[in-house]
């Protein structure tokens, strides 16, 4: 089972979009990649949104380019990417967690993240379950390796289990 971890990135207000999206895709991942190689994802997809021309509706990041909205509203999240980390499981994420703030890596990566995300923006969650549903109307679902144990007290009474 997975351990799937989803990071929301804003652009430094320094660079336009096309700026921010080459930057984290032809320089940081590189880079993260030759330091990290060795715990690497099993999967890393980027998701970068899509945005309208419309003066004074956007959010702080990001004033006159709004995220094109089908549907509600994103007042308190305004970035311009949403990345999914998928790893083997929790032991695996773990050991990419560590390498990650190794002093040394951290130095590096923190200094090459200020060129092109907007500093203490990001925001990094884990995802429990995943639902898919298929072409043909099947639904399967997989639990990710985020044990019951890790859930708060409050989850835990609240779902059944103690």
């Known amino acids: 089972m997975t351990y799937t971890v989803v990071l929301f990135i804003t652009r430094n207000p320094d660079l336009n979009f096309e700026q921010f999206r080459d930057y984290y895709e032809y320089k940081h991942i590189p880079l993260s990649h030759s330091l990290l190689a060795a715990h690497w ?6 998701r970068y949104l899509a945005r ?3 003066k004074g509706f ?4 990001n004033p006159d380019r709004p995220p094109l909205m089908l549907r509600g509203e994103m007042n308190e999240l305004d970035c311009d990417c949403i990345a999914e980390m998928s ?9 990419f967690y560590k390498k990650v703030y190794e002093k040394e890596n951290a130095a590096i990566l923190v200094k090459d993240e200020e060129r092109f995300m907007e500093q203490g923006k990001m925001q990094v969650i884990v995802v429990g379950e995943t639902w898919h549903t298929d072409g043909k109307g099947v ?12 859930r708060s007290d409050s989850e835990a009474s609240t779902s059944g289990y103690s």
């Open 87 to 95: 790893f083997s499981n929790e032991a695996h994420f773990q050991c």
């Open 41 to 46: 994802p099993i999967d890393f997809k980027r």
């Open 58 to 61: 956007g959010g702080p990041a």
């Open 52 to 54: 309208i021309t419309r």
């Open 139 to 150: 639904t399967t679902n997989e639990i990710s390796s985020v044990q019951k144990r890790d």
